[in-house]
């Protein structure tokens, strides 16, 4: 098993940039493909991106090319970089450990609030 906390959420104007951390315990971190997932009221949860132990990424279509996942192994963390961010982005934003690329995992964090105002 793996827990894992997010942090980083908050209040920022359109246009501007937030970094979200997980930080990830409780087992070999290497070994899970990790996620980014939000949901806006009213939504269901989506897929912002995810990333393989060894690098490989793949990002949903409305935020390709703004946001940026990434992860250090070594301190057992992912990382989401949004930039030029759209008051659509408004949601909470949740962290995913699983074990395919394509498909969401089992492991979830309790989320953290992002919140862009126009």
């Known amino acids: 098993q793996v827990q894992l906390v997010e942090s980083g959420g908050g209040l920022v104007q359109a246009g501007g940039s937030l970094r979200l951390s997980c930080a990830a315990s409780?087992?070999?971190?290497?070994?899970?493909?990790m996620g980014w997932y939000r949901q806006a009221p009213g939504n269901e949860r989506e897929a912002v991106a995810r990333?393989?132990?060894?690098?490989?990424?793949i990002y949903g279509k409305s935020v390709k090319g703004r946001f940026t996942i990434a992860r250090d192994n070594a301190e057992n963390t992912v990382y989401l970089q949004m930039n030029n961010l759209k008051p659509e982005d408004t949601a909470v934003y949740y962290c995913?450990?699983?074990?395919?690329?394509?498909?969401?995992?089992?492991?979830w964090g309790q989320g953290t609030q992002v919140t862009v105002s126009s």
């Open positions: 995913n450990a699983g074990s395919s690329l394509y498909t969401r995992g089992a492991y």
């Open positions: 990333i393989t132990g060894g690098g490989s990424t």
């Open positions: 409780g087992s070999t971190f290497s070994n899970y493909v």
